[in-house]
């Protein structure tokens, strides 16, 4: 007969109950007796051995929780105040609760089997920067670089940009020191980057742009790839990259002994001469890197030049775009106007935008006379003085405007007009004339032939020319007061010549051409 609870049923429930299994006993009387055990067997392949070890094992557990069960029922009248269910016959019927006090102990649902690769627990903790750019990730690139004795300590940071941090590193050698450049890969700031790789061949097969970490990595690559181009040339100081992998890019250091070369906005008081030197030696290598490096900075100003050994060394080139990119020419530009505005801040008597950038791309200059085409452009812009408002207005509007960069970007009524202002001599609106590699007749060039105005030698180089602004060159003092209001009563008489901003803004439209 079935068990009953004695603790939760009550007394009609339980003759209910019995009633019921009374008449199922009396149905059962009549039927025949079936051997499950042999009926199982027809339906397996080899009955001898796979049934006899299941049914074996499957009886063998089945007893262990009768026994328990049994042993439980004997306490039930007594103190312990068991709750496992006793049957009238004696014997327990296995309860859930039974199996889940045997089995309980085996079933863990907080840590997953060791050994599964889809098993590992990814917590935030596991992303975790320092200083935005030091995560787990790229603290094992750094302890791969320390186990190839490739440095051997991180002494502390040199500066901190929007894309990335630099290190100072110790190496076997005590006097030698590199650089290492951890790019960031959660926390980026620098994150529209689109405009400088879309359009370059160098990313034709794709940008890894969603993946961050994947996008970083081939950031740093540019980086390597853009540093050697330049350091090839032998002609611009730039730190030599000698080790990258993933986000770290290992560099020379610039500086002496463990202490950093300034940047340029940093250097201090130098004089005018020397401003003016290095205003020069940054014009040249802004034209190496358009002529033999095919490349365009894209960000040069004074954040991105150190001042090292009295010279300038070109840092950060991993957004550098190829010359013929389709915003080449645009961050070319960009770069021409941020120098002349950093130079202009010192004192130094800079040229105009257009001429800097005219003599960045003009194709028939060799590089024997660099020198002396620099001289003859800065002879002119002391003779010519300072820009007025018009020429200012008129640099301005060129820094905006659209320059095509091949031949068949030119229409055709475009290309008409400008050669009727060819013949005229009125080449001043012709913007594509020196960078598509034509003349003011806009003919194909030749060789540009440079000749020196200088009736002698001894101002010819660069170290030898003087600012006009240099102090050496004032035989008279200055009176301050009426200095000061003698250029009070210019910008008075400039502030009446300006030009509205309506008519400086449909200027501007004219001045660009539609793509």
Not at 476 to 500: C, F, T
Request: glycine letters at 6%; hydrophobic letters at 30%.
């Amino acid at each position: 007969m079935p068990a009953i609870s004695a603790m939760v049923l009550g007394e009609e429930d339980q003759f209910a109950d019995l009633s019921a299994s009374e008449s199922e006993d009396e149905m059962m009387e009549g039927e025949e007796l079936i051997d499950f055990d042999l009926e199982a067997r027809k339906y397996l392949v080899n009955p001898d051995d796979d049934y006899d070890d299941y049914y074996d094992d499957h009886r063998n557990i089945m007893k262990e929780v009768k026994a328990t069960v049994q042993s439980s029922d004997l306490r039930i009248n007594g103190s312990g105040g068991s709750k496992v269910e006793k049957s009238i016959t004696g014997a327990g019927n296995v309860t859930m609760k039974a199996m889940q006090q045997k089995y309980e102990h085996k079933i863990n649902l907080d840590s997953p089997k060791t050994g599964d690769k889809h098993s590992s627990i990814k917590d935030k903790s596991d992303r975790a920067t320092t200083e935005n750019v030091m995560d787990q990730r790229t603290r094992n690139v750094i302890f791969k670089f320390m186990r190839n004795e490739i440095m051997t300590e991180i002494h502390g940071s040199i500066s901190t940009g929007k894309e990335a941090n630099v290190y100072l590193c110790a190496t076997k050698d005590p006097e030698v020191y590199l650089a290492l450049k951890i790019y960031k890969t959660s926390i980026l700031v620098f994150k529209d980057r689109s405009s400088y790789t879309a359009g370059e061949f160098r990313f034709r097969r794709g940008y890894k742009g969603k993946n961050p970490r994947k996008m970083v990595t081939a950031w740093a690559e540019k980086e390597v790839r853009n540093l050697n181009r330049l350091h090839q040339t032998g002609k611009i100081q730039c730190p030599i990259p000698i080790k990258q992998a993933n986000n770290c890019l290992l560099m020379s250091f610039i500086g002496v002994g463990d202490n950093h070369a300034p940047r340029l906005r940093d250097a201090g008081d130098l004089s005018l001469k020397t401003w003016n030197r290095l205003y020069l030696s940054t014009m040249k290598d802004t034209r190496v890197m358009f002529q033999e490096c095919k490349l365009v900075h894209a960000d040069l100003s004074e954040y991105n030049i150190l001042y090292h050994n009295n010279d300038v060394v070109i840092i950060d080139v991993s957004q550098s775009v190829e010359h013929d990119h389709p915003n080449a020419l645009t961050f070319l530009r960009k770069d021409c106007w941020n120098v002349n505005s950093f130079f202009k801040s010192k004192g130094v008597l800079v040229c105009s935008c257009r001429q800097y950038t005219d003599f960045t791309t003009v194709l028939g200059l060799a590089d024997e006379d660099v020198d002396t085409y620099l001289t003859n452009l800065m002879n002119s812009v002391a003779e010519h003085g300072e820009l007025d408002a018009q020429e200012k207005l008129d640099d301005a509007v060129f820094k905006d405007s659209h320059i095509p960069r091949r031949l068949d970007q030119i229409r055709m009524t475009d290309a008409e007009r400008d050669l009727i202002n060819a013949n005229l001599g009125q080449t001043s609106e012709i913007l594509y004339a020196n960078v598509n590699g034509l003349d003011a007749s806009l003919r194909p060039q030749g060789k540009l032939e440079v000749v020196d105005e200088e009736n002698s030698g001894d101002s010819g180089s660069d170290d030898d020319w003087v600012h006009p602004k240099d102090p050496s060159r004032q035989v008279e003092p200055i009176d301050k007061k009426a200095h000061k209001a003698a250029v009070k009563e210019a910008n008075r008489e400039r502030r009446k010549e300006k030009m509205p901003k309506h008519e400086k803004k449909r200027k501007e439209k004219k001045g660009k051409v539609k793509k």
